[in-house]
């Protein structure tokens, strides 16, 4: 299962929501919920038609997802990985772990250690060889 197109549309967009309202990304992933990840995920290829800012607009809208004060973007001292790329890290990550269900898979990784180092953009740990960042998340800490 490499390379679900429909996969990085959804954890693309919990990047941008989580750029636009400020909040960490497994807060992003909370204040979803499992029904409308399923939604996301079922419909990405439609989504993805649009611009990503109005259906974030959209899912903040409709999830009522209220802002935070948690912004990496603004304390990156270099520079900042576009949500695609972020997007892209989370879907591998997860492609790689993913048991029988893609969604519990996703809230699983979000909900854990390992979505603040890869949401810390002042070290290399993002744009780690998958691998790499596939064992430290099955050993529960950077190796």
């Known amino acids: 299962m490499k390379n679900d197109n429909d996969l990085f549309y959804t954890c693309s967009l919990i990047e941008f929501i989580g ?3 400020k909040l960490k990304r497994s807060e992003v992933v909370s204040a979803l919920g499992e029904k ?11 989504f993805h038609c649009e611009p990503i800012e109005k259906t974030a607009y959209d899912f903040i809208t409709s999830n009522s997802i209220a802002g935070g004060d948690f912004d990496n973007v603004k304390k990156c001292k270099y520079e900042v990985p576009d949500y695609w790329t972020m997007g892209e890290v989370y879907e591998r990550l997860i492609e790689d772990v993913c048991g029988e ?3 519990k898979t996703l809230m699983e990784v979000y909900d854990s250690w390992i979505d603040g180092a890869i949401s810390n953009y002042n070290s290399d740990f993002y744009y780690q060889p998958r691998d790499y960042i596939r064992e430290c998340y099955r050993e529960g800490e950077v190796i």
């Open 101 to 103: 269900d893609i969604i």
């Open 19 to 21: 750029r636009k309202q």
């Open 36 to 46: 409308t990840l399923r939604r996301i995920y079922k419909y990405a290829d439609v």
